[in-house]
């Protein structure tokens, strides 16, 4: 009898995967991390929702910490790679902040408190919370690179980019969270847009506030001592 091939000898035991299985699970683990705590979400509760067995919840994430990172580090990562692919198409550079804005709010329209999910890592310490930190650092890159280009393209007014990626992050998520059913994602993005393109204040106050006294002992403007 002929020796078995190595195809035979390597292949996996256990059924073969099912298309699509592993993203499904990701979606309804999602669903429920977003409205429990970490220690309150059981494993079982998870394969139920999914229409799966234990056995098979486990064939494709180790432990339940494996499953809550994979969430959310494969959503930033999709919203990322989203991103990019939506600034590839040629645009001036001020459309391209508002594509930012409406691909974010886009992708979190149907999952608005996997914001919150995701945050979670902000103010750990350990191995999960630095790779987290890390892909997020990459999604601000993004957004400060954008926000550079139109700088360049005098569209923006000279700020750190850094920073003004950070603020608009924090706008888009602040309207993520707090949005209402009767809000609706074109108007959602034209004031996110707006507001951080055009800043809230007019010229009248922003006249008052040049013209505040100074507190006692405070040092000198920048922009009067320069002129």
Known sequence: MAPPSSQARTRPRGRPPIPGLRASILREAEAIFERHDFHEVQMDD????????????YRHFRSKRDLYLAITFEGIGRLQAELEAALEERDSPARRVERIVRGTLTFFWDRR????????????SDADAREWLRQRAQLSALIAGTLAKAMAAGHVRRIDCRLGAEMLLGMMRGVNRYRTRDDHLDH??????DVFMRGVGTPSG???????????????PLARRAS
């Open 46 to 57: 998870v394969a139920a929702a999914c229409h799966v067995g234990k056995g098979t919840l």
């Open 113 to 124: 408190f996997f914001f919150a999910l995701i945050h979670r890592h902000e103010y750990r």
């Open 188 to 193: 959602l993005v034209a004031t996110v847009v």
């Open 206 to 220: 922003r006249r008052v506030l040049a013209g505040r006294p100074r507190r006692r002992g405070a040092s000198e």
